[in-house]
């Protein structure tokens, strides 16, 4: 089988995301040193990027330090529908991230 379903997945992800409004009273804050609204702007044109053709390896390096700081983030997030907001990205962020392993160095 064609890695279709993948692609959907992510453009779904991809769609959903650009729909939700960016969680309020969010706008410049910053948690643990990590800028949330810059972090959300980086993932979401990695993710338009690789469904438009891929990523080149200065993307694919970008991709994953924004999953790192989404990793840092998230547990830190109280507000509901903010940690639902980013935690949506962190998935689509993984769905680009699983189809460019990560290498040591």
């Given at each position: ?7 959907d ?13 960016y969680?309020?009273?969010?706008r410049?804050?910053?948690i ?5 609204i ?22 694919v ?45």
């Open positions: 089988m064609p890695e279709r379903h993948d692609g997945r992510l453009a779904r992800l991809y769609a959903e995301h650009r729909d939700a409004p969680p309020a009273g969010f410049g804050v910053d643990a040193g990590v800028e949330l810059l972090l959300d702007a980086d993932v979401t044109v990695l993710a338009r990027r690789e469904l438009d053709g891929g990523l080149d390896e200065e993307g390096a970008m991709l994953w330090w924004c999953a790192a700081g989404l990793d840092k983030v998230l547990p830190l997030i109280d507000d509901a529908y903010c940690a639902s907001y980013f935690t949506r990205l962190r998935t689509m962020a993984g769905e680009v991230a699983a189809r460019h392993p990560h290498s040591a160095g």
